[in-house]
């Protein structure tokens, strides 16, 4: 039933989407406006992941089959395909490496940004490892790291030789985190 419920939450997302499609004059497909409506709802906190999760990861797992239409389609229009090969296939490399770097530019604002917002606005560059070492190798015994894995993050950080990093149970780790505990 839980799965039910979350399908038909997609579904009506995407009804909405097809809905304003017809009523605004862009050249946008129905199915965008619905992505851009669920991306609000979930931003918002009216949707949470909660309520439409495992429909999604379902909808994920089983994507290539969802291409097989398109593959079928291809086989049929294949004569006037057949025409303009080159151009297509120039058009498909070239779409390929900008959604590559677009996605990848995106991603490390992304990451910068959260980086920001998690430290405070304090940029772990110049020097700084970012963790309370002063990049000399000297850091504060009573300073203990703590993460969701119990694992030191290297993000932005200089690991030379000379950084200490903590571990979850607070023991001191020369050379990246992987040294001998003092």
Not at 113 to 137: E, F, I, L, M, Q
Not at 143 to 165: C, F, L
């Amino acid at each position: 039933m839980k799965y039910l419920k979350q399908f038909g939450i997609l579904a009506g997302i995407t009804c909405v989407g097809e809905i304003l499609h017809y009523f605004i004059p862009l050249p946008i497909p129905g199915s965008v406006y619905g992505l851009l409506l669920l991306l609000m709802l979930l931003m918002t906190g009216a949707l949470k992941v909660e309520q439409v999760k495992e429909a999604a990861e379902f909808l994920i797992e089983i994507m290539p089959v969802l291409f097989i239409p398109a593959a079928a389609g291809l086989v049929v229009t294949w004569p006037a395909l057949s025409k303009m090969l080159l151009p297509v296939c120039v058009i498909i490399v070239v779409s390929t490496f900008l959604v590559m770097i677009v996605t990848g530019k995106t991603a490390e604002t992304m990451l910068r940004y959260s980086g920001k917002r998690n430290t405070g606005g304090r940029n772990a560059g110049a020097g700084s490892s970012g963790n309370g070492n002063d990049g000399s190798g000297n850091a504060e015994n009573s300073m203990t790291r703590s993460s969701d894995s119990g694992n030191r993050s290297t993000a932005g950080s200089n690991t030379g030789a000379g950084d200490v990093g903590y571990s979850g149970s607070g023991a001191k780790k020369r050379g990246g985190g992987a040294g001998h505990a003092e």
